[in-house]
């Protein structure tokens, strides 16, 4: 929260109480947060889930390990009986070590992971630190939208009654009037008119909605696929895990073990980034919102609606200024670099090449997405 204070400047300050029943209406249309915390949490129990099936194939894993030993010590024996090497005692006890490994195989997973589980705990809570003041603040911008479109209803009724007053004039003393009253009437008719024509708010704000509802939902489904992925690939990582320190009591693939440890810390990585990635887009968030509430306040005025900003503003054919929008779609993109930033501090490969496969897939709908709002 103290970077979040120090880049915003204002943290805060824009931050007002909202009445409980708009609360309701918020979450339940758009979700209680930037990211739904029942998902969250869900994803989160998944992830827990997968150390209860570390054992399927451990017995298989021994038996495996058991004829490759066997194996090993064929060829060490062959190779001291023909005299090529000499009696080594260190190179025989690595498959023992490997078989423990084995044996001790949710021990071992799980020390592995609390580095990562570690990392993950501390990015987690800078998270949900910032995300409390976010959706204070998305609250507070939703009120101020409502209004915004309330003063925009009011001046559309404003100049529709302007309209049926100056009809019933027009025709009751149009005909008494001389050519050059006429001419000065419709210079200050025919702007009420525009006015009317501009101010109808009922598509901009299904526009407006379908468009926040699109970004926040790119984010949302971003940052879900980072975690699933995740799950899926830790889950192949625990269950057949046991298989490759099985084969690599075999000197030919000897460095299929160190290959699975870098692979699985790896992916255990991707959730510490992923909220960390998620924290600093929420310092984006931030500046966005409160920028916009800026901007809303100024619509709204305590000394009343500016009727030529309103103007302006609905002249823009939706009631969002585009910033918050923005902010959602680039933390979207964001997150699907997770796989290659968790590559660059713990190097491998084929996790990247899957994640990265998987990620181009997410473009690609997202993408199709756009072009169906955009044929909308």
Not at 12 to 38: A, I, R
Not at 256 to 268: E, G, K, L, P, Q
Request: some cysteine.
């Amino acid at each position: 929260m103290g970077l979040l204070n120090i880049l915003t400047g204002t943290a805060g300050f824009f931050v007002q109480s909202t009445p409980d029943s708009f609360k309701e209406t918020f979450n339940f249309l758009q979700g209680n947060g930037v990211y739904e915390e029942g998902m969250m949490h869900f994803l989160h129990e998944m992830k827990n889930t997968i150390w209860t099936h570390y054992d399927a194939f451990i017995a298989d894993a021994q038996a495996l390990a058991a004829i490759f030993m066997l194996i090993f010590f064929a060829i060490k024996s062959y190779e001291m009986i023909s005299g090529d090497k000499q009696l080594e005692i260190m190179p025989l006890l690595r498959p023992f070590g490997l078989t423990m490994v084995i044996l001790w195989w949710s021990i071992f997973t799980r020390i592995l992971a609390y580095p990562t589980d570690v990392v993950e705990q501390k990015t987690s809570a800078m998270f949900d630190g910032s995300q409390s003041e976010i959706n204070d603040l998305r609250l507070q911008r939703a009120k101020l939208m409502v209004e915004v479109s309330d003063q925009l209803l009011k001046v559309q009724a404003e100049t529709e009654t302007a309209k049926t007053e100056a009809d019933t004039w027009y025709e009751n003393a149009w005909e008494s009037v001389r050519s050059s009253v006429k001419e000065g009437f419709s210079e200050v008719w025919n702007p009420i008119v525009e006015m009317r024509n501009r101010l109808q708010v009922g598509l901009q704000l299904l526009a407006t909605s379908l468009l926040e509802t699109l970004a926040i939902w790119i984010l949302r489904i971003c940052t879900y696929i980072i975690f699933i992925i995740q799950i899926i690939f830790s889950t192949i990582l625990i269950i057949l895990g046991p298989f490759s320190v099985a084969v690599s009591i075999l000197p030919a693939f000897r460095d299929s073990f160190s290959t699975w440890i870098a692979r699985f810390i790896s992916v255990n990585l991707y959730s510490g980034i992923a909220y960390l990635v998620m924290y600093v887009a929420s310092l984006f968030q931030h500046y966005a919102l409160e920028a916009e509430i800026t901007r809303y306040q100024e619509l709204v005025g305590t000394g009343g609606a500016s009727l030529e900003k309103l103007g302006w503003f609905a002249g823009n054919g939706v009631l969002s200024f585009g910033m918050v929008i923005v902010t959602f779609v680039i933390g979207a993109l964001t997150m699907l670099t997770v796989p290659s930033i968790s590559t660059w501090i713990v190097s491998t490969s084929g996790v990247s090449s899957a994640a990265s496969s998987m990620g181009r897939g997410a473009s690609s709908m997202t993408r199709v997405a756009g072009q169906m709002m955009g044929g909308l």
